[in-house]
């Protein structure tokens, strides 16, 4: 099939070049000249493993990137991948993907075949009834042969691909037979006896994202809650998690207690659902009390840190930037709030991340970064361990060229041992 994806940012340069890869021939279409260059020349714009490989062996054979839509009317389906980032009150603005669903209405105005235009970012419900359904017809000039649909995205940042290519669901948000059909056969190479395919309208499929979102974050914040008590009741969390994993109406995933969830999807879809229950007069108790335990976590972690190091002219190492191992964005890392704090309390900051510096940079000039974890480590009063990357799993003698060895770690990535003062956040 063609497939036209509009969209080149982190959930479209996956999907294009995924697609391309299980055999379509796709066109990755993006205002940003840059990104439609870099994806020409055979490289990611974005740092996920395994993506500029795929990108590398398929541009200029199934993939081609432009800034073009006339690619839209010549395929058999358009995905819309654009951001939707928060407003300050949480909602989602949609102001780029409005944009970008009339242009692609008005490239198929013409178009007399029945064309399927796909919703692949993260909208709440009302947002396909009253903006983005609307949007598309616009464009088309009412166009019938133009049909919307809704197919969530459920990647995981360091595992996109993998995801992709794997999925242990995929949901159909249709309103016709046909609809549902083309996007069968958009996936069918992925699909076999052990893929889960959920058909449903396209407001029900939006709420599968978020509700699938809202309770991991939640069930993250709520492991989180009980860690903070463990450690009080000086317990390790990490035990009583491995028993309660046990019981299969809990199961072991996500139970890993630690300094909060971040990047870009947690706090803005929760954010995004809280914002639209409000507008509807609901107020959702258990997902206001998800984003404040989250928040809170970073400020815990300093609390330990303190109980060890006066912090007013210390130098502290921060370790970890991204949000997550195995990937370069810093979207809501656990590391911002940390510095911001460390700032406030005049701490002199060296930060370390093996992918993450760059942009960290950007949003902390005044910040001292090192080429190594064993650099920022040396000559500091304590450290703090942000970010599970696993070369933090090895360090040992590093800790020996801290003036004063004390590590808070965040995520249990580091063995207590003899010669280092060591804090666990919930153990």
Known sequence: MHISVIGSGYVGTTIAACFADIGHEVTAIDIDEEIVDTLNDGRA???EPGLEELIEANIGGRLEATTSYDAVPQSDVTFLAIGTPSNDDGSIDLTALSAAAEATGEALADKDERHLVVIKSTVTPPSITDVLGPAVRNGADGNDAVEVGMNPEFLRE?????????????????????????????FEPLTDEDTAVVETDPQTASMIKYANNAFLASKISLVNDLGNICKEFGLDAYEVMGAIGLDDRISEQFLRSGVGW??????????????????????????????EVNDRQP???????????DLEGARIAVLGLSFKPRTDDIRNSRAIPMIERLEDRGAEIV???????????????DVEYTESAADALEGADGSVIVTDWDEFATLDEEFNAMATPVVVDGRRIIQRREGITYEGLTW
Not at 161 to 166: A, C, G, K, L
Not at 177 to 185: G, I, M, Q, S
Not at 273 to 290: C, K, S
Not at 302 to 307: K, M, V, W, Y
């Open 262 to 291: 971040g990047g870009s999807c947690f706090p803005k879809d929760v954010d995004a659902i809280i914002a639209a229950a409000r507008e509807e007069g609901y107020d959702p108790a258990v997902l206001e009390a998800a984003v």
């Open 299 to 309: 400020a815990r972690m300093l609390e330990l840190l303190e109980g060890h190091v």
């Open 158 to 186: 360091g595992s996109a691909v993998d995801d992709f290519q794997n999925p242990d669901k995929l949901v159909f948000g249709t309103n016709s037979e046909w609809a549902t059909e083309r996007l069968e056969n958009v």
């Open 45 to 47: 714009p974005i740092s």
């Open 351 to 365: 930060a370390y991340d093996p992918v993450a510096v760059e942009p960290m940079q950007e949003r902390f000039p």
